[in-house]
């Protein structure tokens, strides 16, 4: 267990084999930085940002990333921050905040979190090609995706497929 009175010394050159290593066996992508106070202590990029053919073009410091599922860690622990100091409750209904949102007074933060709300997949139309869009888009276009999309079933009820509740 490390206290702030023993932290470790960053080993640049061991941190340097490591990320040779995943990048040799192909087992990583993307860009890392590690910061204390404002400065920039280590640095590395693994893999490409672009691959056509044969050719690949490596990661850059301005490279950009989508964000998707892996999130969902990062708001849940935010949203039990919040029902831990009395700002949410997990019975609290989507309608609060999105109204818009189809059976939003019937969905709750609890069903949210378990992936119980049974509204389907939101994702942007396809091309031609049959490829969908990676630009960028904002928060009102997302919303206005899920506005359009009907759900599936009603929330929280039971399918083949449903994801068993969660107890909090």
Known sequence: MSTAGH??????A????FFDRLAEKNKAMGNLT??????????R???YSQINGTEKKPLTAASRFRLGSITKMFTATMILQLVEEGKLKLTDTLDNFYPQVPNAPKITIVQILAHRKRHPNVRREQNAQGNISTLPITKDEH?????????????DTSSPTAIPAISF
């Open 34 to 43: 590690i910061a204390k106070d404002g400065n920039v202590l280590y640095t």
């Open 45 to 47: 990029r693994i893999g």
């Open 143 to 155: 919303l206005a995706l899920i506005v359009k999309g009907k759900p599936d079933f009603e929330p």
């Open 7 to 12: 932290a470790q010394t960053l080993d640049k």
């Open 14 to 17: 061991k941190l340097d084999q």
